[in-house]
């Protein structure tokens, strides 16, 4: 009983079992995606994003203290053209908050706070299209499924590859709109 007043709640009511299904099946996908804020893995074929770096402490553009600064150069050979962002080691391999200036303190915590805030955007769109793909599987049958929804391919792959196999092309829906109106 629960499991059915969920799937009302949800709107799962269309099945796409065979061609005829699609445009109700669509119509509650596009609905999907929409209450999902999807819409841009229709327009293209996106992939989730690569997991956000966390910011390393041994980045030379922390400033670090003098003490710290004097330990680093005591241990490396000056090189020429260093870059800014070049990892630095001490010598037990490890840094800590301490180490940096009170300006390197603050840009490491700046650069922490986007990584959280990547992190739960990131995690936000993986949760999101983890929902729409079980969607798909519900409401899909099996034969489909097998040919139309291939693993590690993007939700856009699965949308074209779905209307391709129901027999649907943009010039048939945009025939079936022009009908639509015209009577």
Request: with cysteine.
């Amino acid at each position: 009983m629960l499991l059915h007043r969920k799937s009302q709640k949800e709107g799962l009511t269309a099945t796409l079992i065979k061609p005829g299904d699609f445009p109700d099946w669509e119509h509650e996908f596009l609905l999907q995606v929409d209450l999902l804020g999807l819409q841009q893995h229709l327009k293209r074929k996106i992939f989730l994003e690569e997991e956000p770096a966390f910011p390393d402490i041994r980045r030379r553009k922390y400033t670090k203290t003098t003490a710290a600064q004097r330990t680093i150069r005591s241990e490396t050979p000056e090189t020429e053209g260093t870059n800014s962002d070049d990892i630095q080691e001490t010598t037990n391999g490890t840094w800590s908050l301490s180490d940096l200036t009170e300006q390197g303190q603050k840009s490491f915590q700046q650069d922490l706070s986007f990584h959280q805030l990547q992190e739960k955007s990131s995690e936000r769109q993986r949760k999101s299209l983890r929902t729409l793909q079980d969607w798909i599987i519900r409401t899909v049958s099996p034969s489909y499924i097998r040919t139309c929804c291939q693993p590690r391919k993007s939700i856009y792959e699965w949308h074209y590859n779905l209307r391709a196999r129901c027999g649907r092309s943009e010039a048939d829906e945009t025939r079936d709109a022009r009908n639509t109106y015209l009577t």
